[in-house]
């Protein structure tokens, strides 16, 4: 009998063996597809880390580029100075022309009136006041090259003053208060996101983002890396509530509040200082009235209204000789002008191009 009893104890352990191998044998093949999806996300991981500074390295090269065109730009606004200079003395010389023009007129005609040979003076007059109808022509169009200079000194100048404000913007963080943009992918348990926007749309490193639905705020964001055409932005600790994800689609405008606007101390007076500047910043506005203060962020020195025709960057124009009467200070060969012209250099023409691009985080 008893070991009757023994031997169904037995097939009952038996039995239970086998349920927990088996029960076991699940487990270990959900815990390996668990391994094998951990790994492969580990692998997307490295190839974004490896693409992110792929991206790094484009800004940078970027950055660098962007620095080349300010130079140029600066270049270029100096050579269109040093035209305009130039052309403002041709316009002299040509009014002093006109003046002692005007004079032999006066005094031929006085001499007409003195004089018995009326047909010679005649002659004279007519030949000095063909000089002075050709002299009034090249006054004419030395006063339309100097106007067309006098643009393109402005055109130059406004582009690079929107050269230097985008790149203080782009250091500084602040994107545009009507930004928006969408989520491209969302990684809200990885704590960053990508957006469908990068530098061509506006979007600067370090810049303080929001995502919305509807009216209400669900997320705060940090943008850390900016590429052409897509950017990935951090999620804020805390700003996203528990058990909520950022989805795709999700839109993205600028933070009510932007740090890089707020940040300020606060004095031992109790009043808000402003926010300390980088050092590479310059101001958004320049001082007014300081035409030859530099564009590109350099302090002006105080000093009196500069001369038209003055460097707009501070360096001193370079002495040029006295222009021919009616010859182009932009380098087109002038007409064959009625008194033998004097030399004159004509400066080298530069590209205009310019833009910047945000400094790398």
Not at 122 to 127: E, F, G, K, T
Not at 223 to 252: C, P, T, W
């Amino acid at each position: 009998m008893v070991w009757k009893i023994l031997s169904a104890l037995s097939a009952v352990c038996l039995g239970a063996a086998c349920y927990f191998a088996w029960a076991n044998q699940k487990l270990l093949v959900e815990e390996r597809k668990r391994e094998g999806f951990a790994k492969d996300n580990l692998a997307e991981m490295q190839a974004h880390i490896a693409k992110a500074e792929e991206a790094k390295k484009s800004r940078e090269t970027q950055r660098d580029m962007a620095n080349q065109e300010l130079v140029t730009t600066k270049t270029s606004v100096a050579d269109f100075a040093a035209k305009a200079q130039a052309a403002d003395q041709e316009l002299t010389i040509v009014k002093t022309t006109l003046e002692q023009t005007s004079k032999v007129v006066a005094q031929n005609q006085k001499q007409i009136e003195d004089a018995g040979d009326i047909k010679s003076l005649l002659a004279q007059i007519d030949a000095i006041t063909k000089e002075r109808t050709e002299a009034e022509s090249a006054l004419t169009n030395q006063i339309q090259h100097l106007a067309a200079a006098q643009e393109r000194i402005s055109s130059l100048t406004n582009a690079a003053k929107e050269a230097e404000e985008r790149e203080a913007r782009g250091r500084r963080g602040i994107v545009d208060d009507d930004f928006t943009a969408k989520v491209a992918h969302s990684y809200t348990d990885w704590g960053f996101v990508v957006l469908n926007k990068g530098n061509g749309g506006g979007v600067f490193a370090n810049a303080d983002l929001e995502v919305k639905r509807g009216k209400d705020v669900v997320a705060k964001l940090k943008v850390r890396d900016v590429e052409q055409n897509s950017s990935v932005a951090d999620l804020v600790k805390g700003s996203l509530a528990e058990g909520e994800h950022i989805r795709a689609g999700d839109l993205v405008v600028a933070a009510a509040e932007q740090s890089a606007k707020t940040a300020a101390a606060k004095t031992p007076d109790g009043t808000a200082a402003p926010a300390p500047v980088a050092p590479g910043d310059a101001p958004a506005t320049p001082p007014a009235g300081a035409m030859g203060s530099d564009p590109f962020g350099a302090p002006a020195a105080p000093a009196a209204a500069p001369a038209m025709g003055a460097d707009p960057f501070g360096a001193p124009a370079a002495p040029a000789a006295a222009p021919a009467m009616g010859a182009d200070p932009f380098g087109a060969p002038a007409a064959p002008p009625a008194t033998p012209p004097a030399g004159g250099a004509t400066p080298p023409s530069t590209v205009d191009p310019f833009g910047a691009a945000p400094a790398a985080k």
